[in-house]
C-alpha cells in the first residue's frame, strides 16, 4: 500500500468515527431530553429531525469553505469532539436551572448537527483527488454507514449501562478529538497552524480526560439521574430542591428526594390528616396549617363551610407559588391556594409560631419527618408547648407523626412527647399505597366521639374508617419511648436508628 | 461568573487534588477578613498617660470603672440598693467585656465567652438574676428551676474529630479504645468524689462561687502544683486523658494543664453541681451571640448609667473622697470625677496603672495569655457535618485549637443554609508576654491563612464556604490561675480592698467565668453599701 493510499484509508476511517461519533451525540441527546422531559416519543422524534436539519445547513455551509481543507477538517473534527464531550455535561447542569432548557437542548443539537454535517462535504472534497467520484460517493457514504450502525447497536446494549451518559459523551468526544491528532501527525506538511492545532486539540483531550475521569462525581452533582421517572419540573429553591415527576399521568412530588405525595393516592393521606379532627369538632372557623405548601390539605380544610379563615404557614415560596400558579398543580388541590378565606405566609414556622397570639380551632401539623436535627425541634416539647398557646380550649391539633409500621418507635414517642406537655391524644393510621402505613398523632384537651359534620363525597374518610384507624395491630402497637426534648432531641435518634435500618 | 461559583464548579467539575495541594482552590479564598479587636491603642495610653489635664469636675456618689460583668453586676446591685447616683464608665464602644458580641445579617455571635453551666443551686443571687430575665421561669414541687427551653443548649452539643471522623460528645460518646475509655471513667468518677467532698470547715470542697469552697489544706494544697503535676500523681497515663484536661484546662482557663494550677483543673469538673427540673448537671446555657445576651440582660437595668468611650487613666485619693480622671474618647476631653466610692471593675494590669503606689501589690501574679477569636460566616452549614452532624461545640483531638461554636445551632429555624462559627485558639506555649509579641506582628493575610490551615485538617474544602472572617485578636484574654494564684496574699488585699475603693474583676478570685464575674460585683457593691452606712 502506497502512502497516498494509506491516507486515504486513514480519511475513511476517520469519516467511520465521526459518523459513529455523530450518532452517538444525537442518542445521548434524545435519551437525556427524554429522561428529563418525559415523552419519549416527542423527545426522540425532534431531537432527530433537527439534527438531521443542522447537518443538512452545515453540509450547506461546507462550500463556504475555499481553501485550507484538511486544516479545516481537522478544526472542525476538534470543534464536534468538544461540543459532543460536554453536552451531556452541559444539559444536566442546564436541567437544574429549568429555564431556557429547551434552547440549550436545541441549540446544542444544532451545533453538532451543523459540525458533523461539514465534515463529510469537506472530506470527500479532500479525497476528490485520490478517487474515483463513484468510488469516492460508494466508500464515504459506506463508512458513515457503519459508524451509525455500529453506534446505534453499542448504545444501548454497552455504552448506557456499563458507562453512563456523562462517561459516553466524553468518551466519544476524546475519539473525536483523538482522530483529530492522529490527522495532524499523519499530515504534518499539508496542514496550516499545525502547533496551535496540535495545542488546541491535546488541551481538550485533557479537558474530557478529566471530566471522564470525574463523571461520576458530577452525576452525583446533578441527582436529576435518581429519578426514573420523567421530569416535568425541578427547580433549587433557597431550602430543598423541588422535583415534579409524571409517570403514566400520575404527578408526584419529591422534595430534596423524599417523596412527599402520589397524585394516586394522596387523597388518603390528606383525608385521613384533615378529617379525623375537623369533623369532630363544633363549627371549627379559625385553621392553622403548618407545613403543607402544596394546598392538599388546604383543600380538605375547605371542604368545611364553618370555616372563615385559614393561615398557612409555609417556609418555602417556590413551593406555594408553584402549587398556586401551575395549571395542573391547581387541579390538584383546586386552587386552594388561591382561596379567599387563606392567609398564606412564607417563613419559619417555629420563630414564626413564638410570635403568635391569636387562638385556633384546628391545627395541622404536616412537616417532613424528623430526619434530622432541625427539624427535630419541630416534635419537641417546646414546640407543642407554643402551640398550647395559640390553640382554643375546646381545639384540636393533628401531627403527621412517620409511619408507625417503619418507624414504630418515632411514632410512639411523638405520641408521648404531646401527652408530656399536657395534652390527651389520640394515635390512629392509615395505609397510603405510595409511603405504606402512615401515622398521625391528635392533641387536645376534650374532643367528642361523635362525627359533627362530614363534607360530602370524601374518597377514602367515613365514620367507619375512623374506628378501623383507631385500631393498631400488634406490630405497630404502643411502645415506651423517651420524651423530644431540645435538649436531647430522642426523636431524631429513633428515627435514624429505625429508618436507617431500612433505607 | 463570580469567582465563588468557579471554584465551587471547578472544584466538583475537575476536583483535581494537584491544583487543591497548590492553593489554587482553596488557600486564595477571596472573603473579606476584618479586625474587632479591643481599642488597644487607647487603652495603651494609661501606661503614659498623657491626657490634657481637666477642665470640669463633677461630683457623683461611686464611680464603676470598667464595664464587663463584674462592673455591670456591681451596678445592677447598686441600683436594686436605691443606691443610684454613680456611673459606669467603659473605654470600649460597647460594655460587656468578654461577655460582648457582634451581628451580621445571618446571627448574632459571641467576641468571646458563650455559655454558662446550670449554675448551683446554693447560688440564689445568680438564680435570681436569671429568674428576673426569664432565664428560669418557674420552680417545680421540689423547688428546683425550670430553665427556659430555649436557652439549653440542644442536642448535638458536641462532638470531637478524633482518629480521622467526628464521635458525638466530649469527651467522646464512642471510639475510645478500652484502656482510654477505663482511664477516662476514673477520672470522672474521682471528679464525681470531689463534687460531693466537703472540708473539716464543712464547706464544699469546690463550688462556685470559688470564695464559698472549703479552706481545708486538703484540698487548698492542690494550688501548689499544676494540673498536670496533679493527673500524673494520680498515675494517669492515657495520652487521651491527658489531651482532654489539657483541652479543659486552655478552655476555661487561657493556660495547660502544665501551666494551670491543680485545684483550678479540679475546680472545673468539680464545682459544678446544679440540679434542674427540665435538665441535668452536665446541661448549660447557651444563646446564639452568648454571654453578650447576658450583657444585655444586666444593662438593661442600668443603662442610663453607662458611659463608654470613657477611658478611666488615673485616681488619686483626696482627704474624703477620691479623684477619678475620665478621659472622653468621644469628646476629646477630659474630666475629674469627685467620688466618694470606687468600684474598680478592670484587670488587675490596668490597676496597676490607675493606682500605683495606692495599691502596692505583687502583679507579676496575674497573667492574661492571649486569645484569638474568629468569627466565621459559612455560606452552607451542611458542608461541616460528617460522621456526626454539626454540633453547638466542635472539636478536634489534633488541632492546638479550641475548636468552634456554631452560632445557629440555638436558632428555631428548621431550614437556615449558612451560620457563623466562632473558632477560639489560646496562645500559651510561651510566656504570656513572647505570645503577645507573636501575634501582634501578625497581618490580617497571615491570620486568615493560619485560621484556614487549622480548618482544612478537619474540614478540607472549607474555603470554598468561608465567606467572611471577623477577627478579634484579644492581647490579654482572661486571668489565668497559675499554681500558688490561688493562695497568693495579693488575693486577699483585693478582696479587702481600700477605704472606699473596692474590687470587683474576675482576676481578683483567679477564674474568668461568668459566675465569678457576677459575685464579684456584687461583693464590691456590698462593700460600698455599706462604708456609706
Given at each position: 500500500m502506497n502512502n497516498s493510499k494509506k491516507k486515504t484509508l486513514l480519511l475513511l476511517l476517520s469519516v467511520f468515527v465521526i459518523a459513529t461519533c455523530g450518532l452517538i451525540y444525537e442518542l445521548i441527546a434524545g435519551t437525556l431530553a427524554s429522561y428529563l422531559l418525559g415523552d419519549s416519543i416527542t423527545q426522540f422524534s425532534t431531537i432527530i429531525g433537527v439534527y438531521l436539519f443542522a447537518m443538512g445547513i452545515g453540509s450547506y455551509l461546507s462550500k463556504f469553505f475555499k481553501d485550507r481543507l484538511l486544516t479545516w477538517f481537522i478544526q472542525i473534527e476538534i470543534l464536534v469532539g468538544l461540543v459532543g464531550g460536554i453536552s451531556a455535561t452541559i444539559l444536566f447542569f442546564a436541567f437544574e436551572q429549568a429555564s431556557g432548557f429547551h434552547i440549550l437542548l436545541y441549540g446544542l443539537i444544532s451545533l453538532t448537527g451543523i459540525l458533523v454535517g461539514l465534515e463529510i462535504p469537506l472530506l470527500m472534497r479532500i479525497l476528490k483527488s485520490e478517487l474515483e467520484f463513484s468510488e469516492l460517493v460508494s466508500q464515504v457514504f459506506t463508512f458513515d454507514y457503519v459508524g451509525a450502525l455500529l453506534a446505534s447497536v453499542l448504545f444501548p446494549l454497552f455504552l448506557v449501562p456499563y458507562l453512563g451518559l456523562l462517561k459516553t459523551a466524553f468518551f466519544f468526544g476524546m475519539l473525536n478529538i483523538l482522530v483529530a491528532i492522529l490527522l495532524c501527525f499523519i499530515f504534518e506538511k499539508g496542514i496550516r497552524y499545525l502547533r496551535f492545532l496540535r495545542a488546541q486539540a491535546i488541551v481538550l483531550l485533557l479537558v474530557l480526560l478529566v471530566g471522564f475521569v470525574y463523571a461520576e462525581r458530577i452525576q452525583n452533582f446533578t441527582e436529576t439521574l435518581n429519578y426514573n421517572e420523567s421530569i416535568i419540573f425541578s427547580k433549587s429553591s433557597p431550602y430543598q430542591r423541588i422535583v415534579l415527576t409524571n409517570v403514566k399521568g400520575t404527578t408526584k412530588l419529591y422534595l430534596n428526594n423524599n417523596l412527599q405525595f402520589s397524585a394516586a393516592d394522596e387523597y388518603r393521606y390528606h383525608e385521613a390528616l384533615v378529617h379525623p379532627g375537623l369533623s369532630h369538632l363544633y363549627g371549627p372557623a379559625t385553621i392553622l396549617i403548618l407545613g403543607g405548601g402544596d394546598g392538599l390539605a388546604l383543600r380538605e380544610v375547605l371542604k368545611y363551610p364553618s370555616v372563615q379563615k385559614v393561615t398557612l404557614v409555609d417556609l418555602d415560596a417556590t413551593v406555594t407559588d408553584l402549587f398556586k400558579n401551575s395549571a395542573s398543580l391547581k387541579k390538584l388541590n383546586e386552587g386552594a391556594l388561591s382561596d379567599k378565606r387563606l392567609t398564606l405566609i412564607n417563613t419559619d414556622a417555629f420563630t414564626w409560631l413564638k410570635k403568635q397570639q391569636t387562638q385556633f380551632d384546628f391545627i395541622i401539623i404536616d412537616f417532613p419527618?424528623?430526619?434530622?436535627f432541625s427539624i427535630g425541634k419541630l416534635y419537641s416539647t417546646s414546640f407543642y408547648e407554643e402551640i398550647k398557646k395559640v390553640l382554643k380550649p375546646n381545639g384540636a391539633f393533628v401531627v403527621q407523626s412517620t409511619s408507625p409500621f417503619m418507624a414504630r418507635k418515632s411514632f410512639w414517642c411523638v405520641n408521648a412527647t404531646m401527652k408530656a406537655v399536657g395534652f390527651q391524644t389520640q394515635a390512629y393510621h392509615v395505609y397510603v399505597p405510595s409511603f405504606g402505613e402512615w401515622g398521625y398523632v391528635l392533641g387536645f384537651n376534650h374532643f367528642g366521639s361523635n362525627t359533627v359534620y362530614l363534607p360530602q363525597q370524601l374518597r377514602f374518610y367515613n365514620p367507619q374508617q375512623w374506628e378501623e384507624m383507631k385500631h393498631f395491630p400488634i406490630d405497630m402497637a404502643e411502645v415506651p419511648t423517651a420524651i423530644n426534648k431540645l435538649n436531647n432531641q430522642v426523636l431524631i435518634h429513633y428515627f435514624e436508628e429505625e429508618w436507617g435500618k431500612v433505607q | 461568573m463570580k469567582r465563588r461559583t468557579f471554584i465551587k464548579w471547578s472544584g466538583t467539575l475537575f476536583a483535581l487534588p494537584a491544583l487543591q495541594a497548590c492553593d489554587l482552590l482553596s488557600g486564595n479564598a477571596n472573603f473579606p477578613i476584618t479586625f474587632t479587636g479591643p481599642n488597644a491603642s487607647t487603652a495603651h495610653k494609661i501606661r503614659t498617660q498623657e491626657f490634657p489635664d481637666p477642665q470640669i469636675t463633677k461630683e457623683l456618689d461611686t464611680i464603676i470603672v470598667g464595664g464587663g460583668i463584674s462592673g455591670l453586676s456591681a451596678a445592677r446591685w447598686l441600683k436594686n440598693a436605691g443606691h443610684t447616683n454613680f456611673n459606669v464608665f467603659e473605654l470600649e464602644s460597647a460594655v460587656g467585656g468578654n461577655a460582648r458580641g457582634g451581628k451580621n445579617k445571618i446571627s448574632e455571635y459571641p467576641f468571646a465567652a458563650h455559655y454558662v453551666p446550670i449554675p448551683n443551686n446554693t447560688f440564689t443571687e445568680l438564680l435570681h438574676f436569671f429568674e428576673q430575665h426569664q432565664i428560669i421561669t418557674g420552680y417545680n414541687e421540689q423547688q428546683l428551676p425550670v430553665y427556659n427551653p430555649y436557652y439549653i443548649c440542644s442536642e448535638p452539643q458536641e462532638r470531637l474529630f478524633f482518629r480521622g471522623i467526628w464521635h458525638d460528645g466530649l469527651p467522646p460518646k464512642n471510639g475510645l479504645n478500652t484502656n482510654e475509655w477505663h482511664e477516662l471513667q476514673r477520672f470522672l468518677n474521682q471528679m464525681e468524689q470531689f463534687k460531693l467532698a466537703h472540708g473539716v470547715d464543712g464547706k464544699p470542697a469546690f463550688t462556685i462561687p470559688l470564695e464559698w469552697s472549703s479552706t481545708d489544706p486538703a484540698y487548698?494544697?492542690?494550688?501548689?502544683?499544676?494540673m498536670q503535676e496533679w493527673l500524673e500523681k494520680e498515675s494517669y497515663t492515657q495520652p487521651f486523658t491527658h489531651w482532654f484536661i489539657d483541652y479543659c484546662c486552655k478552655d476555661d482557663f487561657g493556660t495547660p494543664a502544665s501551666k494551670t494550677s491543680a485545684w483550678a483543673g479540679l475546680h472545673y469538673f468539680a464545682s459544678r453541681n446544679g440540679k434542674a427540673a427540665n435538665c441535668s448537671t452536665f446541661d448549660i446555657l447557651a444563646w446564639p451571640e452568648g454571654n453578650h445576651f447576658l450583657t444585655k440582660c444586666l444593662m438593661a437595668d442600668v443603662a442610663a448609667h453607662i458611659q463608654t468611650q470613657h477611658l478611666t487613666y488615673k485616681i488619686e485619693k483626696e482627704q474624703a473622697h477620691w479623684k477619678v480622671f475620665v478621659w472622653n474618647e468621644a469628646t476629646q476631653q477630659t474630666i475629674l470625677y469627685l467620688a466618694k466610692t470606687v468600684i474598680m471593675a478592670c484587670p488587675q494590669m490596668v490597676n496597676k496603672h490607675l493606682l500605683k503606689a495606692l495599691m502596692p501589690i505583687d502583679y507579676n501574679y496575674f497573667q492574661y495569655y492571649p486569645w484569638l477569636v474568629a468569627n466565621i460566616t459559612i455560606n452552607k452549614k451542611s458542608e461541616l457535618n460528617g460522621s456526626q452532624d454539626l454540633a453547638w461545640d466542635n472539636v478536634s483531638y489534633n488541632s492546638p485549637s479550641l475548636g468552634y461554636v456554631n452560632a445557629t445551632h440555638l436558632s428555631l429555624a428548621s431550614n437556615q443554609q449558612e451560620t457563623v462559627i466562632t473558632y477560639y485558639y489560646n496562645f500559651s506555649i510561651n510566656s504570656a508576654k513572647e505570645e503577645r509579641l507573636t501575634i501582634a506582628s501578625k497581618t490580617p493575610e497571615q491570620w486568615k491563612q493560619f485560621i484556614l490551615d487549622d480548618l482544612k485538617l478537619i474540614h478540607p474544602t472549607i474555603a470554598n464556604n468561608i465567606s467572611a472572617i471577623e477577627v478579634n485578636v484579644l492581647g490579654h484574654g482572661m486571668i489565668s490561675p497559675t499554681p500558688g494564684f490561688l493562695s497568693h496574699p495579693a488575693r486577699a488585699q483585693l478582696t479587702k480592698g481600700l477605704p472606699g475603693l473596692y474590687f470587683a474583676h474576675s482576676d481578683c478570685s483567679g477564674i474568668s467565668i461568668f459566675e465569678q464575674a457576677f459575685y464579684r460585683g456584687i461583693e464590691a457593691a456590698k462593700q460600698v453599701l455599706h462604708y456609706g452606712s
Open positions: 419527618d424528623p430526619s434530622n | 487548698t494544697r492542690f494550688d501548689q502544683m499544676t
